[in-house]
T-cell receptor, first 114, second 111 residues
Framework: NAGVTQTPKFRVLKTGQSMTLLCAQD?????MYWYRQDPGMGLRLIHY???????AKGEVPDGYNVSRLKKQNFLLGLESAAPSQTSVYFC?????????????FGPGTRLTVL | QKEVEQDPGPLSVPEGAIVSLNCTYS??????FMWYRQYSRKGPELLMY????GNKEDGRFTAQVDKSSKYISLFIRDSQPSDSATYLC???????????FGQGTILTVHP
């Protein structure tokens, strides 16, 4: 049982390049989330999904797109990377019902945009 | 003003001390309150989970929620060097587990 995994662990991009971050979970959770973490800002929600085929905007969605084609995977895309998107990105998942707030996090992806 | 305010510290204490970490919030719709622990270069892990007001104890950790004051606390008794981490408070209303996090408090427990 690997929990939540993220690929890649590190990445350096040039301004204007695109990339996709992959999140996978093996806990059969319905809900999945993408956060970014910046110094002094805590974790901020980018996008989230309440089930396969559904996505919704979070607090800071601009410049990002997401897809949830399979229940176990949640992809985060940057179409044209900007230096302001330099951050650590975390994926999380949670079950439904009374435990829907118990989010399990992946190890993170450190992204630098030059 | 942020919905959730947390003193970023850093906080440095000797081993064995009692640690108090706090968050205040402004959104009265928050009903679920959590504390996450994050070790350096790792993802956050859920430490404590409480619903509405009251106390919850788990080993050396106690979480308190005072909804009337919009104030939550995490107490760590007999702190250990292994408790050195960033502690994040998080809160939610009722919708789909959308959490609002505090900025995190960096804690160092020195031997």
């Amino acid at each position: 049982n690997a929990g939540v995994t993220q690929t890649p662990k590190f990445r350096v991009l040039k301004t204007g390049q695109s990339m996709t971050l992959l999140c996978a979970q093996d806990m059969n959770h319905e809900y999945m989330y993408w956060y970014r973490q910046d110094p002094g800002m805590g974790l901020r929600l980018i996008h989230y999904s309440v089930g396969e085929g559904t996505t919704a905007k979070g607090e800071v969605p601009d410049g990002y797109n997401v897809s949830r084609l399979k229940k176990q995977n949640f992809l985060l895309g940057l179409e044209s990377a900007a230096p302001s998107q330099t951050s650590v990105y975390f994926c999380a998942s949670s079950p439904t019902g009374t435990r829907h707030n118990e989010q399990f996090f992946g190890p993170g992806t450190r992204l630098t945009v030059l | 003003q942020k919905e959730v305010e947390q003193d970023p510290g850093p906080l440095s204490v000797p081993e064995g001390a009692i640690v108090s970490l706090n968050c205040t919030y402004s959104n009265s719709a928050f009903q679920y309150f959590m504390w996450y622990r994050q070790y350096s270069r790792k993802g956050p892990e859920l430490l404590m989970y409480t619903y509405s007001s009251g106390n919850k104890e788990d080993g050396r950790f106690t979480a308190q929620v005072d909804k009337s004051s919009k104030y939550i606390s995490l107490f760590i008794r007999d702190s250990q060097p292994s408790d050195s981490a960033t502690y994040l408070c998080a809160m939610s209303g009722t919708s789909y587990g959308k959490l609002t996090f505090g900025q995190g408090t960096i804690l160092t427990v020195h031997p």
